[in-house]
Every structure is written in C-alpha cells, then in structure tokens.
C-alpha cells in the first residue's frame, strides 16, 4: 500500500517539491513544520509549493509547536480585520516573518492606531497588503510621529485619504530623511501648503529626491524667472 501511495504520489507533484516535503516533515523533534504547512494550505488555500515556500523562509525546522498557535492566531486575527482569503495569501507570501508576530502586543496596536488616524478601512487593508513593512514599524517610535508629519499638510480626510491608497509607502518612507527637509526648503521658498498637499497626492515621489537636488532645481527654476524678467 505504501509502494502504490508513492508511486501515485511521485505522479501528482514534481519531486523536487517532494522532496522539500520530505525534509520538513522529517526533521527531528520538529511537529510545527507539518502543522503549520496544513493550516496554510487549509486556512488560506495556498497551494503547497507556496505554503513549503514559506516554512523554509521563516526556518520553521527545529522551532516548537507555539510558532503554529502563534501563526493561527495571526490569521485570525487579520481576518477578523477583514482580510479575505486571497488577499491574506498574498501577505503572508509576501512577508512570511508576520506569522510569528505577536497579535496582543504589535498587530492590534498597530491596527487600531491606524484605523483612528483616519485611514478609512478598505484603504488601510489595501495599503498594508502592498507596502506590509507598516507591521515591521512600531506606533509610538515611527508610527505616531509620521502620521502626524503627514496630516500637517494632508489637512482633510479626503486628502489623506487619497495620498495613502495612491502611495502606501508614505506611511513607511521616513520623513526625517529627505521628505521633511524637502517639503521645508519648498514652504522657504513660498510654496503653499496646498501645493504641498498636492505633491503628496500626485507626485510625493519628487519629494524624496536628496535635498540638494531640489535645492537645485529651485535655483534653476529662479534663475529662469529673473532671465524673464529682465
């Protein structure tokens, strides 16, 4: 019998995915790989290329079975935020490591925070699935203090709104960096807060240019003016 669900097995799936398997689920003194490679395949219908993919990504081998209640406890919870299925797939592929996050302590704060800064909730899910390094970011350090930063110039809700779900990575992109000296050099220079606004709306990428290049382009754009004027 063993023979015949091995040879049919080989069959099915290429064997080099076979033998990936293999090892997981061999490894000693190791339960989880196999646990945790059922619940993704189940919970998410990953398929198992992808669920192997993400074990060995996380180096699940050797760890206890606590990764698997802490990974189930990690999609059930982004679910409860509402997270479908195949959206929840893409962000666990995309960043494995948030399974082993811890949902008291991180994700709920983080959820929270995010849902009362104004984000309405489909932009909020949409801009954590493509930019997912908003969970790596914690809320008192980075969190607060860039979401601050930004409603200083995104005013009203809409605004803010409509930066987030056109550029999700302006809730990670520091703004001590390039974007805060940028965007003071250009207020120095007379640009209204509402052209402000609608640079972080259409163009927020031309803000993160290093300063001396903005620099230089206000100078060009200067010189221009007074050649004619004269």
């Known amino acids: 019998m063993l023979h015949f669900f091995n040879g049919n097995l080989y069959s099915v799936f290429p064997k080099r995915l076979l033998v990936t398997w293999s090892t997981l689920l061999q490894a000693p003194h190791s339960p989880s790989p196999s ?42 919870f982004l679910k409860s935020c509402g997270y479908d299925e195949a959206r929840l797939a893409k962000l666990i592929a995309k960043r494995p490591s948030l399974l082993l996050s811890d949902v008291e302590s991180t994700l709920k704060p983080q959820m929270q925070f995010l849902r009362e800064s104004g984000v309405s909730g489909s932009v909020l899910l949409s801009a954590m699935a493509v930019n997912p390094a908003v969970f790596n970011k914690s809320v008192d350090s980075f969190l607060k203090p860039q979401i601050d930063f930004l409603k200083k110039y995104l005013r009203s809700s809409d605004a803010f709104d409509t930066a987030i779900r056109r550029n999700s990575w302006l809730l990670t992109a520091n703004h001590r960096r390039n974007l805060g000296p940028n965007i003071k050099l250009l207020m ?30 206000v100078e060009s754009v200067k010189g221009s003016g007074s050649s004619r004027g004269r």
């Open 35 to 76: 646990l945790l490679l059922d619940r993704l395949v189940e919970s998410l219908g990953l398929p198992l290329e992808s669920a192997v993919s993400i074990c060995k990504k996380l180096r699940i081998d050797g760890k206890v079975p606590d990764d698997v209640e802490r990974a189930s406890s990690v999609l059930g």
């Open 188 to 217: 120095s220079e007379g640009v209204s807060i509402d052209d402000i606004s609608l640079l972080m709306i259409r163009q927020p990428r031309a803000l993160t240019l290093k300063v001396d290049r903005i620099a230089s382009v």
